[in-house]
Each structure stands twice: as structure tokens, then as C-alpha cells.
């Protein structure tokens, strides 16, 4: 079986960042599962030839949410394989903490079932995987310093 590598970047994109704690939310993706499931995740996808991955979070987020946002900080990466039409893939996928510009919250791309904009609180019990989950804890944790820092 052959192996391709494949690069996506992502983002966490929190609306109210520089407010309090209480009001920020971060806006996620819902995609519908072949079981049916509603599996709510970080909007990402493939880097483009020429773009850098913090462009690509951006363009994606835009993308599969509606919202635009700018790149505060590197939140770590995501590593794993998978099979599909007779190959394994290696897949990474760089994530950012972003802040939100504007936009409106839409599902109007086609790989995407719903958007949400959902409390940072909520984070760990609405991602549907792990990585992920990993991934706003250490969001949660940049926040916190950032906010620290500015007092």
C-alpha cells in the first residue's frame, strides 16, 4: 500500500479574547460522521502551494466558518495516520490560537454541517477528539498568560 504525507493547518478562533473569561467562545465545525454523528471539531485544512500554515489557518477558518481571524500564537501540532482509497496517509496538522476579526458565523461550505460558537468551558466536553481536546487546554493556558500579562 503506498504512504502520502499530508500538511493541513487549523485554528482555534476565540471571539472576546481580550475580555473576560466568561464571554469568550471559540467557533467549531460540525461534520456528520458515516455513522451520522454530529462531530464537532477545529476548522483546518490543506496548505495551498505558496501559503505558509499560519495563512492557511486563516484562509480555513474563513473558510469553514465564516469568521476571520489573525494568528496570535502557535498551539501545537497533530500527527496520524489513516487508510483511504487504497493508501495510508501520514497527516499533520498545524494548529494556531487566533483571535476573531469579524465575520459572520456561517455553515455555507459544503464540507461542513454546522457552526457553533461554543464557550471556551465547553471546549472539553464538545470536541469530538482527543488531539484536539489537548489543543484547547494549552489555548486555555496561552490565554491565561496572555491575560496575566497584561495586568
Known sequence: MRTVRETSAGGLVVDGLDGPAALR??????????????LWSLPKGHIEEGETAEQTAVREVAEETGINGEVVEELGSIDYWFVTEGRRVHKTVHHFLMRSLGGELT?????????AWVPLTELESK?????????????????DRMENGRR
Do not use: Q
Open 25 to 38: 467562545c471559540a467557533a467549531l465545525i460540525g461534520r456528520t460522521d458515516r455513522r451520522g454523528r454530529l
Open 107 to 115: 455553515d455555507a461550505d459544503v464540507e461542513v454541517t454546522e457552526v
Open 127 to 143: 470536541l469530538a477528539y482527543a488531539d484536539e481536546r489537548r489543543l484547547a487546554e494549552v489555548a486555555n493556558r496561552l490565554i
